[in-house]
């Protein structure tokens, strides 16, 4: 049994330890409440048994990936799907590569297709997210560990590159911010402007399990301390500058520009989705 002094002693040695190696402990810093504003979804429960979206509209298909014998599959945890510019799918695989679906098949199941996937690109070692095509036809896309970048795909693909754009954003102050999460993205049809978000000032690491890039701890670190680290960024592909559209974004999440670039809707997804007008031709 421990005596009541030695108990005392201990409990001063954790005292200090922690106070001095909490930020080691907790790099972002503690948890806080959550005001009323910012508290949990009251919306109804989730159904995973309601299918009425698919039986309604008779007109949602899934489609998996038909993987010959003796492969390995290449849709591998897509965030987005991709249309170019003449509706032809990409998707972003985990594992970095970019996607093509081909020969969609329907089976003799209700609402259920096939497709064979074809590889067409691999966009380096990060992790992409979400792109977009421009009218020439090349894929911006935003990369959780790059940034920003971009590939041009021609008719021999193996001569197709990924260039990246944007891993830093200057400010006012003339100093640089890194992009620490790139997250989702919009092209502006009247100014080919590229919009996208920076969901955060966590950087993600690899599963020391799997090797794969965790992209939910940023998530998960902004869920508990609720710091509005988020962004809105601009790139120009005219002078090669991106410029800051909004701060303080609670995890900055999905773009979306109207036809006319007059607004951006951006997702906060620990707030609201918020508009961001007069950022256009108009």
């Excluded at 309601?50 to 897509?78: A, C, M, Q, W």
């Excluded at 609720?226 to 974004?249: C, F, H, I, Q, W």
Aim: proline share 5%; aromatic share 8%; glycine share 8%.
């Amino acid at each position: 049994m421990l005596s009541l002094t030695t108990l005392a002693v201990l409990t001063v040695v954790i005292a200090v330890s922690l106070q001095r190696f909490s930020p080691s402990f907790l790099p972002y810093g503690p948890a806080v409440p959550l005001d009323d504003k910012r508290g949990p979804h009251r919306g109804p429960r989730a159904d995973p048994a309601n299918i009425s979206l698919r039986l309604s509209s008779k007109k949602l298909t899934k489609i998996y990936e038909r993987v010959e014998e003796g492969k390995d599959p290449l849709v591998i945890k897509p965030e987005t799907v991709i249309l170019n510019n003449d509706g032809q799918i990409f998707l972003l695989s985990e594992n970095g590569s970019l996607v093509t679906l081909v020969d969609i098949r329907e089976t003799d199941e209700p609402f259920i297709s096939t497709a064979r996937a074809l590889e067409v690109a691999h966009l380096g070692v990060g992790r992409p997210l979400s792109g977009k095509f421009d009218e020439a036809g090349c894929l911006y896309f935003v990369d959780v560990i790059m940034g920003l970048a971009r590939i041009c795909l021609n008719d021999n693909t193996h001569h197709s590159h990924v260039e990246l754009l944007a891993s830093r954003v200057k400010l006012e102050d003339g100093s640089h911010s890194p992009i620490n999460y790139a997250d989702d993205i919009d092209v502006g049809q009247e100014t080919g402007h590229i919009y996208f978000s920076d969901a955060t000032d966590v950087r993600s690491d690899r599963d020391v399990m799997t090797g794969r890039w965790d992209i939910m701890y940023g998530s998960k670190v902004d869920g508990i301390r609720m710091n509005l680290s988020g962004r809105l960024l601009r790139y120009k592909p005219e002078t090669g500058e991106v410029d800051v559209l909004a701060t303080g974004v609670a995890f900055a999440n999905g773009v979306a520009l109207d036809k006319d670039e007059t607004f951006v809707l951006f997702a906060s997804t620990y707030d609201r989705g918020k508009p961001y007008p007069g950022i256009g031709t108009r």
